[in-house]
T-cell receptor
């Protein structure tokens, strides 16, 4: 079946502009995650959605970052007033979210964001 | 706070030259250790999940093992197509479902 999809694949924006990044999880997966991968660094957790529960926003680096998930499926990550340090690859992942939480996360191809 | 350290940062092998990648971790209550492969410009591709010390999993030329402090990814007789960055990540009792990643090992296999 189809994997996790993300759009756009690349985004170039000017400092101070707002951007929206989209993620379509694997059908039937109830958990959705956003991570950020900066050049030369490991993946950094941003936010986690599980069903109708309140999202875990503990990884968001500032209040300029927000995310929502509509209808338990598609998610949008919004970065307001972008800064050059926001340049990174933004990765989305989804999982079945079994009760044991030992679930495997499957990643999308990422959105490469460059802030000029 | 969960911590994951991978070594070496980079590894160059000749085709057919077997080796191992290391992932050392510090967590409070391991729930799972995950290995991913990442090719340039792509998202991480899932390889293995290990849940308890002593567990081993194999896939083609790759074998992952787990102890209470570290995991190894053994690559037997690698081919150039095995060239990629290999990422290790953990889930723990304290971190819930989020993954904590190491910085990866960049593997290059020369023909």
């Amino acid at each position: 079946g189809a994997g996790v999809s993300q759009s756009p694949s690349n985004k170039v924006t000017e400092k101070g502009k707002d951007v929206e990044l989209r993620c379509d999880p694997i059908s039937g997966h109830t958990a959705l995650y956003w991570y950020r991968q900066s050049l030369g660094q490991g993946l950094e957790f941003l936010i986690y959605f599980q069903g109708n529960s309140a999202p875990d926003k503990s990884g968001l680096p500032s209040d300029r970052f927000s995310a929502e998930r509509t209808g338990g499926s598609v998610s949008t990550l919004t970065i307001q007033r972008t800064q050059q340090e926001d340049s990174a690859v933004y990765l989305c992942a989804s999982s079945l979210a079994l009760e044991t939480s030992q679930e495997t996360q499957y990643f999308g191809p990422g959105t490469r964001l460059l802030v000029l | 706070e969960d911590q994951v350290t991978q070594s070496p940062e980079a590894l160059r092998l000749q085709e057919g030259e077997s080796s191992s990648l290391n992932c050392s971790y510090t967590v409070s209550g391991l729930r799972g250790l995950f290995w991913y492969r990442q090719d340039p410009g792509k998202g991480p591709e899932f390889l293995f999940t290990l849940y308890s010390a002593g567990e081993e999993k194999e896939k083609e030329r790759l074998k992952a093992t787990l102890t209470k402090k570290e995991s190894f990814l053994h690559i037997t007789a690698p081919k150039p197509e095995d060239s990629a960055t290999y990422l290790c990540a953990v889930q723990s009792e304290t971190s819930g479902s989020r993954l904590t990643f190491g910085e990866g090992t960049q593997l290059t296999v020369n023909p």
